[in-house]
């Protein structure tokens, strides 16, 4: 049998970042990845889809360019195949990086599955298939996986996840994408910038889910303008080798012929075979329920990442890591938050949102003041971006203390932090406004919009 302090399962955001984080507080750390290193986000998610995603982008800027005076000779061609080796490089780049990062931390890496499979006295049994390993703490981040509901006929037809999408090496002819979410979306906007046909069918009343529906709907319009075929309130009834079945919202009936469907209805956390029943954790459903400190019904097993099934972003999974291991050590009272988490569809223009949004905030019955302009009001937007539409947002509630924030235009990926922090820091108004922006940025919308 052999001793460590912490046993990490999962070798994704949460797991190798608080893996290092643990080490460089002087515990002995075993972390258990029986694939590969980075997890969802670095192999088959946040990394592979943005290194796409900046191709098309690039292909998009290139066919703008004369608005910019700048004229491209000849077509303009891209070979995806290409486009994918380069996301490969990429990927086996940066999961080395990973590896480099846990073995300078003096991470012991073990590279099979892991499971719980009880306790003896004051320690925490995790196995292998050939080895028990005795811990003080365990902090589970096995992340997630596609959910595969039960559509008929989903079995016989050749189906796609985002992980064949991102294995294929060659365009679908045409494809329909089941799902209107964040996934959905991005591979939307790849597929229509490499030229091929795209239907969105979602069930919802506007794409993107709990991101603010306004920006959500200007990029939508955005993107049927580009040749996306949208169908909101719809539900697939059936998919078959003649095509997807769909019923809309007044009940009218269609088959949908496609050459490819890609499935992107969500994800689900990944528990099974985990061992939990083994130390009675507790379950919300498929996710394991945590404290703010992320504390399981276990006081010394964690929980970080997608598993908790809160938020299912890299970027929330680090933070969980983090606070799980502060815990542990006996560090600072630091507690999850959840309400400044921020939401990124990196998308040609970028879409993110932070904080409440306006649907949450009427659902509460909670009273709410819009400060809103377009991005066009920041002269370096207009200066990069043309007539691209933009839009930024901010909620204030009754004190003028700012709820939220939700921008349309690039980057809205990096801007989104300034509200981020205001949104975390309970900023009023008044506060931010003090804050001196460089000029010209497109950054100044933030402090423009809090003058209208």
């Known amino acids: 049998m052999k001793n460590f302090d912490i ?3 999962g070798g994704g955001p949460a797991g190798y970042n608080a893996a290092a984080n643990a080490s460089a507080n002087g515990l002995q750390v075993v972390l258990f990845e029986h694939t590969a290193l980075g997890g969802v986000c670095l192999n088959e998610g946040c990394i592979p ?29 891209a070979n995806y195949a290409e486009i994918v080796a380069r996301k490969d490089k990429i990927v086996k780049t940066l999961t080395g990086g990973v590896s480099y990062k846990l073995k300078g931390a003096g991470v012991t890496v073990v590279s099979k599955t892991a499971r719980l499979t009880g306790e ?48 294929a090496t060659t365009l679908p002819k045409d494809i329909t994408i089941i799902g209107g979410g964040v996934i959905g ?51 697939v009834t059936a998919v078959s080798a003649e095509g997807v079945s769909i019923e809309t919202k007044d009940g009218k009936t269609e088959v949908l012929p496609t050459s490819q469907i890609l ?11 985990l061992g939990l029943e083994t130390l009675s954790i507790q379950m919300n459903r498929a996710a394991v329920v945590v404290n703010e400190y992320m504390q399981t019904s276990h006081p010394r097993v964690y929980a970080a990442g997608d598993i908790t099934g809160f938020s299912m972003l890299a970027h929330t999974a680090i933070r969980e890591g983090e606070v799980a291991i502060n815990h542990i050590v006996g560090g600072s009272d630091d507690r999850m938050r959840y309400d400044s988490v921020p939401a990124v569809v990196y998308m040609h223009p970028e879409i993110a949102g932070v904080g409440a949004t306006e649907e949450k905030l009427r659902a509460e019955g909670r009273y709410y ?14 200066v990069e971006n043309e007539q691209a539409p933009g839009l930024c947002k901010v909620l204030v509630d009754e004190n003028d203390t700012i709820l939220g924030c939700h921008i349309l235009g690039n980057p809205a990926s ?39």
Request: aromatic content about 8%.
């Open 7 to 9: 046993a990490i399962i």
């Open 369 to 382: 003041r819009v400060l809103k302009l377009p991005m066009a009001y920041a002269g370096r937007y207009v």
């Open 185 to 235: 979306m991005e591979f939307a906007g790849i597929y229509t910038s490499l030229g091929v046909p795209v239907r969105v069918i979602e069930m919802a009343p506007e794409i993107l889910g709990a991101m603010d529906s306004e920006t959500s709907g200007m990029l939508r319009k955005e993107y049927a303008r580009r040749g996306i075929q949208f169908y909101l309130e719809t539900k």
């Open 49 to 77: 889809t943005k290194t796409l995603l900046h191709s098309a982008n690039l292909l998009d800027e290139m066919r703008e360019s004369a608005a910019y005076g700048i004229h491209v000779e000849g077509a303009i061609s």
């Open 414 to 452: 990096e801007l989104i932090l300034l509200a981020g922090i205001a949104v975390t820091d309970r900023s009023s108004i008044e506060d931010f406004r003090r804050h001196i922006f460089p000029h010209p940025t497109a950054g100044e919308i933030l402090h423009e919009v809090l003058f209208s």
């Open 120 to 167: 003896e006295g004051d320690r925490i049994l995790v196995a292998t298939d050939d080895e028990t390993y005795a811990v003080s703490y365990v902090l589970l981040a096995t992340g997630s996986e596609t959910a595969i509901p039960p559509i008929p006929g989903l079995s016989e037809v050749g189906y796609w996840t985002s992980r064949e999408a991102l294995n």
């Open 263 to 273: 499935l992107s209805v969500g994800r689900r956390p990944v528990t099974d075979g």
